[in-house]
């Protein structure tokens, strides 16, 4: 097993650039396990506009939105993560001040952006219109 | 900066268990915690797990998604702090939640401190440091 300053000799800033290509290729992987989880929330969705959403149906949905939330920020996809935050909004409504159909049609709207955000229809990588994928965590100038 | 394998004792490589449903998500902080840290990871998918390879691995902390299936992160924090075998490892909680209450909440169960999801590969070693007390 290789000591501390045999790991720091290839960690550190040093492991930026693999760091990099790592990231670059789980992207893809974590945009196909996005796009599933927003066909989960969609189909709660459409059970909460139709009235007959239930229980079980609407935390599996909302597990699958706050999941997305923590993926999809990670692997810089800003954008797509935020709407992640709405759709858990949407899920979780406990004050009852708006109606289900209105919650669902807000709901379905945010999935379309999330669609794109995600490059699931026709978007990019990358939440800024730029192709490239935004900084994972809104942090460092480090990815 | 390597700041996790800088403040780690000479010879010693610091053991982390990383416990996250989301398999990606446990892929990218365990190739962080390696490259970036130089610390040495294991995996858990759920908290059930997690108190299972506690019990055996005994790393030097663990670092533990909330929201999982079967165990979620607090349950399996209780059950390590209440289990003397795994009661002194450190536990983190990472979370992707943003509301008051919540992390309130959180911050009264048994660990040593809350981080946010997403995070930044590059930064999650030394953010783990800080709140280990690692640096």
């Not at chain 1, 289900?100 to 229809?121: F, N, Y």
């Amino acid at each position: 097993m290789p000591t501390d300053p045999d790991r720091a000799a290839a960690g550190g800033d040093g492991a930026k650039a693999p760091m990099d290509a790592v990231m670059a290729a789980f992207r893809d992987r974590a945009r196909d396990t996005n796009l599933a989880r927003v066909e989960v929330i969609e189909e709660a969705l459409g059970h909460l506009q139709r009235g007959v959403l239930r229980e079980e149906a609407r935390l599996t949905a909302r597990r699958a939105a706050h999941s997305l939330v923590g993926s999809a920020g990670t692997f810089g996809m800003r954008e797509a993560s935020e709407l992640g935050r709405s759709l858990e909004a949407i899920l979780d409504d406990a004050t009852g001040a708006v109606g289900p159909q209105v919650r669902a049609g807000r709901g379905l709207e945010v999935v379309t952006r999330l669609r794109v955000a995600l490059g699931g229809s026709g978007g990019s990588g990358g939440s800024d219109g730029s192709g490239a994928p935004n900084r994972p965590g809104g942090g460092s100038d480090s990815w | 900066m390597n700041a996790a394998a800088d403040a780690s004792p000479p010879g010693i490589v610091r053991r982390v268990l990383v416990v996250d449903d989301d398999e990606l998500i446990l892929e990218v902080a365990t190739m962080s915690l390696e490259m970036v840290g130089g610390w040495s990871v294991t995996t858990a998918a759920d908290g059930q797990e997690a108190l299972d390879r506690a019990r055996v691995e005994q790393p030097d902390a663990i670092v533990m998604d909330v929201m999982m299936p079967r165990m979620d992160g607090p349950t399996a924090a209780i059950a390590l702090r209440q289990d003397p075998a795994t009661a002194g490892i450190p536990i983190v909680l990472l979370t992707a939640s943003v509301l008051a209450a919540e992390r309130a909440a959180l911050a009264e169960l048994p660990v040593v401190g809350v981080l946010s999801k997403p995070f930044d590969p590059m930064l999650l070693p030394a953010e783990l440091s800080a709140v280990l007390g690692w640096s």
